[in-house]
């Protein structure tokens, strides 16, 4: 999925004296680069508004670094300006600018170990580390919210996440890339069914620039990649009567180049992308044939592919596919039948789960020797009574969890609780279907590691009356309320709140319900809604905020995590938002032809935690150093202005 205000932070973003990189690395690989590309893309943007585009400078003007930045641009390119550089021509020979640019460089870097953003501040008093808060503002709970310092495990693995509707385009940008339409491409050319009318058929363009992509896992540093494989690409009517090699070839292609750069594949199986041919056969996921199908395009996956890829995801987020694809309809295929069709699909995900996971296990695991789970997503739910919180979490997590990691039934509280709203609503059964005493048994076990998505957090509470009323609901079903804290940070998403400390809550529950299983983080992020964002603290923070957090319940939990990856890699195609929702760690321009890629201040943030395998030391902070940072990169545009435009 994917899918702040008032804050303070610091974070070391490297030690100068424990440094991997040199100063000459830091200064030609990280920091000239940066600043070059910023210099760029305001150079860009500015003339964009100096040849008549002013009605979309709004947009830019996020907040006063943007401001600022493009004011420089009119500057540059106003006569005063062109006057000014003429100027320092004429007296400022190269020598003198390059040792400019360099002191200002040094200054930069520098400035930069503690790196102070304008919404959220971090102090580091060597003597007392028990007031360090990321969001001091608002969560200061000193056992609750102190930030920890230290290390993830030695194997602990770090990633970072895409999937194949969202960023690889159709792939006929340059010729036929033989794929098949998918529900996602037939809904969202549904009117006002995505925002702005706005589409994936080129999206980041992945297909055609995987080996960029390659290239910025490499400056990463991660050690796996999570990407989803299109069903309808490989198989671009659903079934093994139409199979594409060219599909085929492109994930072999991306695979291999993985490998090569030693970055391991994570391959999601289904994440979203239904091939329509198989919808408009029999419905989709609301018939049971589609387990046949979605078992034999998995098992051309492990063979095609199992050779190389040795961690492999079945669905991801059947939640979200369920209630927002089949309850609100607000996904594809777009589907309005809560409460019924719902539970049928949820049942129909789960045994094809299972099948997959059998399959792979009877004919793959002995000589592919890889692990095989499952992605399900949920937010963490608080409440005054524990057993409210319990009743939420097994309604959304527990639906999908409990079969699979507990006893290959549902909990409990929603077979006793939808039975008995279905009998006052006048049915003769419960509208949650139920498992046989076999299947129950095929199920319980099936998957190597619990891959969990998460983003926020709400508060909860039961509703005084319940609402027996047709139609059914699943929000009836449990009859509980939801909201956010009227303070938590926003994102560039309603629906995503900034809240760390559920994280950690969340991992601990999921240890204690389902036998301290293997937990693979597979999705966590933070949305922008400010396209040229580069500065992107906020992000910053979230990503500092929520993995201390996965850090202190391997610590002082004793959770068993042993992955995390960040949503997402890119700017992308963000389902009903289209473009306008920005989690990732790459700015993709959606308006360039070529989908230009430029690196953000998250991407050097998480690089470092990624090198340092977490937070092992902390560093001085001054309250100017955000004045030197700003400043710095303002210096160096000129300069670099002077030098090369």
């Not at 009323?469 to 509980?480: A, E, G, I, V, Y």
């Not at 940072?629 to 435009?645: D, E, K, M, N």
């Given at each position: 999925?994917a ?16 440094s ?16 070059r590309?910023?210099c ?14 002013t ?58 170990r ?31 919210d102190?930030?920890?310092y ?9 990633g970072?996440?895409?999937?194949s ?6 792939g ?50 991660v ?30 292609n991306?695979?291999?180049?993985l490998?090569e750069?030693?970055?391991i ?10 091939p ?6 029999y ?24 050779d ?78 524990a ?8 309604f ?12 290959g ?13 279905s ?6 059964e ?23 998505n ?14 027996f ?12 309320a ?16 900034v ?40 992000r910053?923070?979230?990503l ?5 957090e ?43 032809d ?5 690196q ?9 935690v990624?090198r ?16 030197l ?17």
């Open positions: 999925m899918e702040s205000d008032e804050l303070t932070n610091t974070w070391s973003f490297d030690s100068i004296q424990n991997v990189m040199s100063m000459k690395e830091r200064l030609l690989g990280v920091h000239l680069p940066m600043a590309q910023r760029q893309l305001m150079m860009m943007k500015a003339k964009d508004s100096f040849r008549g585009y009605g979309k400078m709004g947009q830019y003007y996020d907040n006063g670094t943007s401001k600022l930045r493009l004011w420089l641009g009119d500057v540059c390119l106003s006569t005063t300006g062109q006057r000014f550089r003429q100027y320092c021509r004429m007296t400022l020979s190269p020598s003198h600018l390059l040792l400019i640019l360099a002191i200002v460089t040094i200054i930069y870097i520098l400035a930069t503690s790196y102070v953003g304008h919404n959220y501040t971090i102090q580091y008093l060597p003597n007392d580390r028990s007031s360090f808060y990321v969001y001091p503002s608002i969560f200061r709970n000193p056992e609750r102190t930030f920890l230290g290390n993830f495990p030695r194997d602990f693995m770090w970072v996440a895409t999937s509707h969202q960023i690889e385009g159709s006929n940008v340059h010729g036929i890339s033989g794929k098949g339409p998918s529900i996602w491409d037939t809904f969202s050319r549904q009117p006002g069914a995505i925002r702005n009318g706005e589409n994936a058929d080129i999206a980041c363009d992945s297909y055609n620039k995987w080996e960029e992509d390659v290239e910025l896992l490499k400056l990463l540093g050690k796996f990649y999570r990407f989803s494989l299109s069903w309808s690409r490989i198989m671009p009517d659903g079934t093994m009567a139409t199979v594409n090699e060219a599909g085929i070839r492109y994930y072999n991306l695979i291999n180049a490998h750069a030693g970055i594949p994570m391959v999601t199986l289904y994440h979203w992308d239904l329509q041919a198989i919808h408009d056969r419905g989709g996921w609301i018939d049971e044939a589609i387990i046949r199908d979605f078992n034999s395009y998995a098992r051309m996956c492990f063979e095609r592919f199992g190389r890829v040795k961690h492999w995801i079945t669905i991801n987020e059947p939640w979200v596919i369920t209630q927002l694809g089949y309850g609100s309809g607000i996904h594809a295929p777009g589907i309005m039948e809560d409460g019924l069709t719902t539970y049928m699909v949820a049942h129909n995900l789960i045994k094809a789960h299972a099948k997959v996971w059998h399959t792979y296990n009877d004919e793959f695991r002995d000589h592919q020797h890889g692990q095989i789970g499952i992605s399900l997503n949920s937010d963490w739910f608080e409440a005054a009574d057993h409210v919180a319990d009743r939420m979490l097994q959304t997590l527990g639906w999908f969890a409990h079969p699979i990691f507990v006893n039934d549902y909990p409990e509280t929603m077979k006793a609780r939808i039975a008995a709203i009998r006052h609503q006048g049915l003769n419960s509208r949650l279907p139920q498992f046989t005493e076999p299947e129950q048994d095929y199920i319980k076990g099936t998957s190597d590691f619990f891959g969990l998460h983003y926020t957090t709400l508060y909860v509470t039961e509703n005084t009356v319940e609402d009323q047709l139609p059914p609901s699943w929000d009836k079903d449990h009859n509980l939801k909201w956010f804290g009227h303070n938590w940070p926003d994102s560039g998403s309603k629906w995503l709140k809240v760390p400390w559920g994280m950690r809550r969340l991992l601990e529950w999921i240890k204690k319900q389902y036998n301290s299983p293997e937990i693979i983080i597979t999705e966590n992020g933070f949305s922008s809604s400010s396209a040229y964002d580069l500065n992107d603290l906020d910053i923070a979230y500092m905020s929520y993995i201390d996965v850090l202190k319940a391997i610590d002082l939990d004793q959770v068993n995590v042993k992955g995390y990856a960040a949503w997402s890699l890119l700017d992308n195609f963000e389902w009903t938002a289209g473009f306008k929702e920005r989690f990732g760690l790459f700015y993709v321009d959606f308006d360039d070529e989908r230009s890629r430029i953000k201040d998250s991407a050097i943030f998480y690089s470092h990624i340092d395998n977490g937070f092992p030391n902390a560093g001085m902070t001054s309250s100017a150093s955000n004045i940072v700003f400043y710095s990169q303002l210096f160096i545009a000129v300069l670099l202005w002077l030098s090369f435009f």
